[in-house]
Nanobody, 124 residues
Framework: QVQLVESGGGLVQAGGSLRLSCAASGRAFNTDVMGWFRQAPGKEREFVAAINWNGANTYYSNSVKGRFTISRDNAKNTVYLQMSSLKPEDTATYYC?????????????????WGQGTQVTVSS
């Protein structure tokens, strides 16, 4: 069993920055691929970014590439999402999740444990 708890969301003006954190507990974390997803009101949940077990490999959706950075600290069992140059269209609930595979993957169905989400609101 894995528990994931996100934090760091909030209200920010367009162009600003936020750093989200996802703390994992319950079992070994340092072998897992971790991902961030988001869901805006009225829209389906979408992939944002993923990172492999040691942070050497990352992957981003085109909509956030160059603005967001995913990282992890295995000693702290935490994965981060640094978000910069935020836009109103980044407004969503952000979720972290653990992949059931050892490969970086964007498919939501390949992630088996999810946090409760943290709200990010970007004002124009």
């Amino acid at each position: 069993q894995v528990q994931l708890v996100e934090s760091g969301g909030g209200l920010v003006q367009a162009g600003g920055s936020l750093r989200l954190s996802c703390a994992a507990s319950g079992r070994a974390f340092n072998t897992d691929v971790m991902g961030w997803f988001r869901q805006a009101p009225g829209k389906e949940r979408e992939f944002v970014a993923a990172i492999n077990w040691n942070g050497a490999n990352t992957y981003y959706s085109n909509s956030v590439k160059g603005r967001f950075t995913i990282s992890r600290d295995n000693a702290k069992n935490t994965v981060y999402l640094q978000m910069s140059s935020l836009k109103p269209e980044d407004t969503a609930t952000y979720y972290c999740a653990r992949s059931r595979t050892s490969r970086i993957i964007v498919l939501e169905r390949e992630y088996d444990y999810w946090g409760q989400g943290t709200q990010v609101t970007v004002s124009s």
